[in-house]
């Protein structure tokens, strides 16, 4: 038996500048590319973009679960800011049992989410990770402080997987590191290194190609948003699906294709000097990825 996984930071802001209502079909869409995933990791996830992703699998007949970090937040302004701007959502055709939060992050859309999903093949662990990040124009002690933020997420990530010790989990996220990078210190937190058994996919299956999610060569709705010269734009793995005791069959890259039609996209420098630039959007500012997996 198989199973399709998937993760997406889809970038749901609802601000209309940010255009999520030409965004969300496409990103329905980009999902469900290779299939109907069976379950579904979001980062910044909003309203729009959930109930798009439920009517979708509507008409797949399946039935839906889902549980998001909306749930655990109290306070009002956090609970505005994570409906405005996202928040970790996990979505599955099979049942979602015992969610919860390994850890909140340091942001209401940051955190690492953990849930059973009762399988037909049995129970498997499944991890939802947003890393702190956002440091773009951002003062050395913010970037600083983001950094140890990540460390500390990969810490309680990788500690909450050894303790529980299942025999079968699958992660997926937003890591807000480039793991091709090898000097990068969040590598020695990160679960393919810190816990036996765990394998990065990508690397696994893929090991000669870039796989990068963060594309800023390519990704001109991106690119648009972070003004910076050809030689400063980003080509990086920062999102991955990791696993533990499911043998993984292939894993491709989704939300690469842009939208035909061009819109005016309002970004800045890192200097914080606006600047507007007529061009394509695409799903996300992300790529996704979809991964296949042998669960008999």
């Known amino acids: 038996m198989r199973v399709r996984?998937?993760?997406?930071?889809?970038?749901?802001?609802?601000?209309?500048?940010?255009?999520?209502?030409?965004?969300?079909?496409?990103?329905?869409?980009?999902?469900f590319e290779r299939g109907a995933?069976?379950?579904?990791?979001?980062?910044?996830?909003?309203?729009?973009?959930?109930?798009?992703?439920?009517?979708?699998?509507?008409?797949?007949?399946?039935?839906?679960?889902v549980w998001d970090k909306l749930e655990t937040l109290s306070a009002p302004e956090d609970r505005e800011v994570a409906?405005?701007?996202?928040r970790l959502?996990?979505?599955?055709?099979?049942?979602?049992?015992?969610p919860g939060m390994v850890r909140l992050g340091g942001y209401v859309d940051d955190g690492v989410m953990s849930a059973l999903v009762e399988t037909p093949w049995g129970a498997v662990r499944v991890y939802n990770v947003h890393c702190a990040g956002g440091t773009f124009g951002r003062p050395p002690s913010v970037v600083e402080g983001k950094a140890r933020r990540r460390l500390e997420e990969l810490t309680a990530l990788s500690a909450s997987m050894r303790e529980r010790r299942d025999a079968?989990?699958?992660?997926?996220?937003?890591?807000?590191?480039?793991?091709?990078?090898?000097?990068?210190p969040e590598l020695t937190r990160s679960p393919e290194r810190a816990v036996a058994k765990v394998i990065d996919v990508w690397s696994q299956l893929r090991p000669d190609e870039v796989g990068a999610t963060e594309d800023e060569h390519v990704n001109t709705f991106r690119a648009a948003m972070k003004l910076k010269p050809p030689e400063q734009r980003r080509r990086c793995r920062y999102d991955r699906i990791l696993?533990?005791?499911?043998?993984?069959?292939?894993?491709?890259?989704?939300?690469?294709?842009?939208?035909?039609?061009?819109?005016?996209?309002?970004?800045?420098?890192?200097?914080?000097e606006p600047g507007n630039t007529e061009t394509h959007l695409f799903p996300s500012d992300h790529f996704g990825l979809v991964a296949e997996f042998d669960a008999g």
């Not at 409906?83 to 996202?86: E, F, H, P, R, T």
């Not at 959502?89 to 015992?98: E, G, K, N, T």
């Not at 005791?245 to 914080?272: E, H, M």
Request: net charge positive; charged share 25%.
């Open 243 to 272: 696993s533990v005791g499911l043998r993984p069959q292939s894993i491709g890259i989704i939300g690469a294709k842009a939208i035909q039609k061009t819109v005016l996209i309002r970004g800045k420098t890192a200097a914080n």
């Open 5 to 31: 996984f998937a993760t997406f930071n889809v970038f749901g802001d609802t601000d209309p500048s940010k255009y999520l209502d030409r965004r969300s079909e496409a990103i329905v869409a980009a999902l």
């Open 37 to 65: 995933p069976d379950i579904i990791c979001l980062q910044e996830a909003t309203e729009p973009v959930i109930v798009a992703i439920r009517r979708a699998l509507d008409k797949h007949g399946d039935a839906i679960w």
């Open 83 to 86: 409906a405005q701007s996202g």
């Open 168 to 184: 079968k989990a699958l992660v997926g996220g937003d890591f807000n590191f480039d793991a091709n990078d090898p000097k990068r």
């Open 89 to 98: 959502a996990l979505v599955s055709r099979w049942p979602i049992v015992d």
